[in-house]
């Protein structure tokens, strides 16, 4: 929720996620001291939590010191923002599960067994960036679902080949897990090999990638990005984790030399559905 994740990060003085921990260690006010927490939570004249001066207390996110401070903050919010209609449970869970992700980056930022402090920024560092590289490649999973669906769906109120119809069917079928992911490589992407995914499948949706036009009834270009340049990678995407492997798709969407290789446990987690049968594509 976008407005939780500003008034937070407006209440806390942070930007982003990762940079809590510095900002915990410059500021050592915004954590509640664990005997105010106890006193709290078992002496009712006790004083606790406020949003004037907020202190978190990052240990147990679901502490009902928390609790308090939530309920504060979404009582804030619902009234700042009347015009979203916010509910005031919703707030106050999406606040306290932006602690329970403040306190994972607090986490990552202590030095682990047998790591030295300066390795903590190396660690995370090589975690960030592939952080980075798996939303880009999600990202770009999106991208090529909605620009394939999208083209089809062009073609199936501008064309009357009824192939155009089971296309957008198979591609919506696919959804964003059966597409490619792309490597960056300058202006080029090396796309990997699903080996997953049937040949005919792959075939087909690299047409869509050929047929889709870059150019007016006039001959100029069209507004927006060209084309991204996608070349073949020559090594398979070994490395993809089973359970990325879109489940539940039509039986003919899965390569069959590759599917009867897979131990009977991940056919039955696969869940291959019935054959979809799509005879303006069968050539």
């Known amino acids: 929720m976008r407005v939780v994740r500003k008034e937070m990060r407006s209440l806390l003085g942070t930007k982003k996620d990762r940079e809590f921990p510095n900002i915990v260690s410059e500021r050592p006010e915004l954590l509640a001291a664990p005997r105010d927490v106890f006193n709290f939570c078992f002496d009712d004249d006790a004083p606790g939590p406020n949003l004037q001066h907020p202190q978190i207390y990052i240990e147990a996110p679901e502490n009902i010191w928390n609790v308090s401070l939530a309920w504060q903050f979404a009582d804030m919010v619902t009234q700042k923002y009347p015009e979203k209609d916010l509910s005031t449970d919703i707030v106050a869970r999406h606040f306290l599960n932006r602690l329970d992700t403040l306190r994972k980056a607090c986490a990552k930022a202590c030095p682990r067994a047998n790591e030295q402090p300066e390795d903590v ?35 199936v109120e501008y064309d009357n080949n009824p192939a155009w119809n089971e296309m957008l069917l198979m591609v919506r079928f696919l959804g964003v897990d059966g597409q490619s992911s792309d490597e960056s490589d300058g202006g080029e992407y090396r796309v990997k090999i699903q080996t997953w995914r049937d040949p005919h499948v792959t075939r087909l949706l690299r047409y869509i990638d050929r047929s889709h036009p870059t150019t007016n009834i006039l001959g100029n270009r069209l507004p927006g990005s060209a084309p991204r340049i ?54």
Not at 129 to 154: E, F, I, P, T, W
Not at 260 to 270: A, D, I, N, R, S
């Open 230 to 283: 996608r070349q073949i990678s020559e090594r398979e995407e070994t490395t993809r984790l089973y359970s990325d492997i879109p489940a539940k798709l039509p039986a003919n969407f899965y390569d069959k030399v590759w599917f009867e290789t897979l131990v009977p446990g991940l056919q039955t987690k696969l869940d291959p559905h019935p054959v979809l049968n799509l005879p303006h594509l069968q050539n």
């Open 121 to 155: 920024l190396v660690r995370m560092t090589a975690e960030f960036q592939a952080m980075s590289h798996r939303k880009r490649v999600r990202m770009r999973q999106k991208q090529l679902y909605l620009a394939r669906s999208g083209h089809c769906q062009d073609q």
